[in-house]
């Protein structure tokens, strides 16, 4: 079998997605490829939360819509489901859930006393250690990693909850020898995988770079990035300060940079609004800035924690006025660590923004890895001033082809005025059309230098008449669409902007051209269009606040040819 999928329901603070993170570390540990996606609402309690762990004999981070196995935590999680459960699904919930439906009753389903034994064990907040127990032993795991994990999860909360979901995991277990679910798991093998999620990536990256200082106030989905390198900031010798709010954030990142520090910032849609002053800033000083970007489904609060690629347009025209920057999209978090690094290396050799631009889908989801190359830090592009300058160095010098290297404060021979006004190449306010003119000239040639460092998008097949066009984190989704279509490849991009020369011409190989975006209005498909003047034959965008699903795309285009 290719793929197996477990979901586990319930309200938030039943423990739903310490149950999915304890069972997919357990399932890696046994030998399995797994990709785990956790939905949510903006709630403390209540509401109706899901983790979902998708089983695969190889990497391949894709959600199956409708599980193999439901484990419902209350009532109410199982009438939620009900949609998604078809004649195979095999139903797991506790002994007190009502059975209203007749055809559910038919189906295979499982109530064992798990709640009772919960409360045996002292605690009825147990219960979802007493599934994850009964599920250990039904998908043949681990059992003392993954008693060892629990225990080390919980070993803040104190030695009575840890004896308490103890004797929990151990009644379930033994209960659940009595039953027999028999499902039928992919092949497991004996390579050696890691679990990571795109958040802890990209911090990765930056730590690869050699980061020095990161600044952010916390938003959600960007958050996990900040908790990540806050953690690891005194091993890896970096600084993380946390602002009052997003403008902060990039003005710390900016001044910082400005000293010589390889400088990040990171948030979220609202937060990024309020750094749009300071992004456009970091355009006229030019100095290197990396900004992640999680996209969350707007406008305004939109869907705080669900996912969304509905921020593209947003970023590429981000800060007013026109100046280069670089917008990247990783796909994975491989994808996630290695652009992070080039996002440093760019930003120091072109002096600009670079943007990682990401969502909730690649920040919170669990893939499995076998490792992630060792990369060597990014250098520091500065230069060593050599007397005379008259007055001062002529940092933003115009030179074809080139781009002046800058100097640090405290230089002998360096100084040159960082200045917001348009200004000569030493930095001093000049306001002449002539110089405004060069000035202009100046940042579009560095933008056109910047296109031929951005590679143009790999496909297994140039020469299929169909062309399955997607980017970011919806590479593996765009994949399997494409599998589903007679001759057709998937086209993705991880480059967004500036792009890449010779697209135009790669685009005309194919005969049909199928954008698929994780938002409403196919924004990249319509820059595409702007850019090259090429069209496409199908726009399918679709944001629900999920990411997509490759059967509703496959429907949706044989609904429409």
Known sequence: MAAFSIKITGPAGSGVKYAGLVLSKSLVHSGYYIFSYLEYNSLIRGGHNTYQINIHSQDLPITLKKPNLLICLAQKALENEKGNITDDTIVLCHEDIKIESNELKKKNLYQPELKSLAQQAGNPLTLNTAFIAFLVQQLNLDVEYTKNLIAKGLARKGEEIVSQNNQAFDLAFNLSQKYHLSPTLPANNSDKKILITGSEAIALGAMASGINLFSAYPMTPATPTFQYLAKHQEKGNFLVYHTEDEISAINVAIGASFTGAKSMTGTSGGGFALMQESVSLAGMLELPLVIYLAQRPGPATGLPTRTSQGDL??????????FPKIVLAPSSPKDAYLLTHKAFSLSQKYQCPVIILYDKYLAESLYTIKDLPSLDPVPLLITTPTPPHSPLFPRYKYETD???????????????????????ASGLVDESAPKRQAQNKRRKEKLALIKRDIPLPQADNQKTDTAIITWGSHQFIGQKIAANFKNAVNLHFTHLWPLPEGLTELLKNYSRLIAVENNATNQFARLITQETGVKFDRLIGLDDGRPIDPPTVINLSNDHG
């Open 402 to 424: 080139k781009i002046q290297l800058r100097t640090l404060p405290g230089m002998k021979n360096g100084e040159y005025i960082a200045n917001s006004d348009e200004h000569d």
């Open 313 to 322: 347009l947003f970023t590429i025209n981000s800060g007013h006025g026109e």
